[in-house]
């Protein structure tokens, strides 16, 4: 499989059946050595530099119903919240004076934030960080909304794409929900000219390894500036309450795989990945990702962004979490830097 890999590193593409098999004959030693690889490239891309994103999660409504998810709509037991303007901005100043150069906003699919509150929440940001990028994590939106965002200043969108089968999409979403659609979305914000994410949960119910081929093929195809990845893990108020997480095996894997098929990409090393292993983070950096997306939501409101149990750092302040991941990546040959972290096409 060694050399999958390195035609992988060299051309940066793979046919179906050379992904189907790299993802099918696996072994400890080709894992490692995938993982090796990445490291490396991540290297000769960025350096020893790791960006790190303030996430604000500043609304946990939503009108979806993603059976994977805890915070959809049908779980009555999530106790529900909005932030305000001023609590967003009370956020970002606190990011800021910690040398977060990223925001981003994420939130269910929450109607309460109509276009006009968005658009003025995001000229209010860019007006007061003109330095910062701004990056928007808040679902399906129509072409004329991702425009309006865009033209009020945001930078960066991520819109995980799921998984790019339509009939798994179809075993994870109500049938409301269309994966189409969403792949529609990332292609528009492509063309609004957002550094765009897209992505998948590794070890999603019914996940299969063709499944994953179609995955990164998407993946090659969208050629995104971002990919999220981590594992799915159950939340007890959800159909998938009893279903196993994504290993730690598989994310790392798939992770230096993206890096090596998508060298420049900005790849982050999850929370989720945090939370099945305690060097998930530092594991998922040595195996491709760059980048780290501490928590700057208010303490008061983090236990009820529950997406799954068991998610890390729910009790600790923003200020906590920025130091404890400058350690955990110092202590891997990282550092954390203050910098909006965009999209680099030149090597170094
Ligand atoms: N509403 C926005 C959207 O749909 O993109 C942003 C919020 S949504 C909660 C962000 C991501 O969380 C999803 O794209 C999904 O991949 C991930 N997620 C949701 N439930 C999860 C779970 N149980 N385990 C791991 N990741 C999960
Ligand atoms: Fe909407 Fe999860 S179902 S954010």
Request: glycine content about 8%; aromatic content about 10%; overall charge negative.
């Amino acid at each position: 499989m060694k050399h999958l890999i390195d035609k992988l590193r060299r051309e940066q593409d793979l046919s179906a059946e050379e992904f189907r098999m790299l993802l099918t004959e696996r072994s400890k030693e080709t894992d490692l050595y995938a993982r090796e690889q990445a490291d490396q490239v991540r290297q000769q891309v960025y350096g020893n530099e790791i960006y790190v994103r303030g996430l604000i999660e500043f609304t946990n409504y939503c009108k979806n119903d993603c059976y994977y998810c805890g915070i959809r709509r049908s779980n009555r037991n999530a106790q529900r919240y909005r932030l305000t303007e001023e609590d967003i901005l009370v956020c970002c100043r606190e990011g800021y004076e910690l040398g977060f150069r990223t925001f981003v906003l994420q939130g269910g699919e929450d109607g309460y934030y109509t276009d006009e509150k968005l658009v003025s929440l995001i000229r209010g940001i860019k007006e007061i960080y003109p330095d910062c990028a701004l990056t928007l994590s808040i679902g399906e939106k129509s072409e004329e909304s991702y425009r309006a965002y865009r033209e009020a200043g945001a930078d960066r969108y991520l819109l995980r794409h799921e998984t790019a089968c339509e009939e798994h999409y179809r075993k994870l979403h109500p049938a409301e929900m269309s994966g189409e659609n969403r792949r529609n979305c990332l292609r528009i914000l492509k063309k609004l000219g957002y550094q765009t994410g897209a992505g998948f949960m590794v070890g999603s119910p019914f996940q299969t390894v063709d499944d994953l081929v179609e995955d990164f093929l998407f993946l090659k195809e969208l050629d995104p500036e971002m990919v999220g990845i981590g594992p799915f893990i159950a939340h007890q108020d959800t159909p998938f309450h009893d279903r196993e997480s994504g290993t730690l095996e598989d994310t790392l894997f798939y992770l230096a795989l993206l890096r090596l098929m998508l060298p420049n990409v900005l790849l982050p090393a999850t929370t989720a990945l945090g939370t099945i292993h305690p060097k998930g983070r530092e594991l998922g950096v040595r195996s491709g990702a760059n980048v780290v997306m501490p928590n700057l939501s208010p303490v008061s409101v983090r236990k009820k962004y529950m997406l799954y149990d068991g998610k890390i750092c729910t009790g600790d302040e923003a200020a906590e979490c920025r130091y404890c991941l400058s350690r955990r990546m110092e202590a891997i040959g990282c550092q954390i830097v203050t910098d909006r972290g965009d999209y680099r096409t030149v090597h170094r």
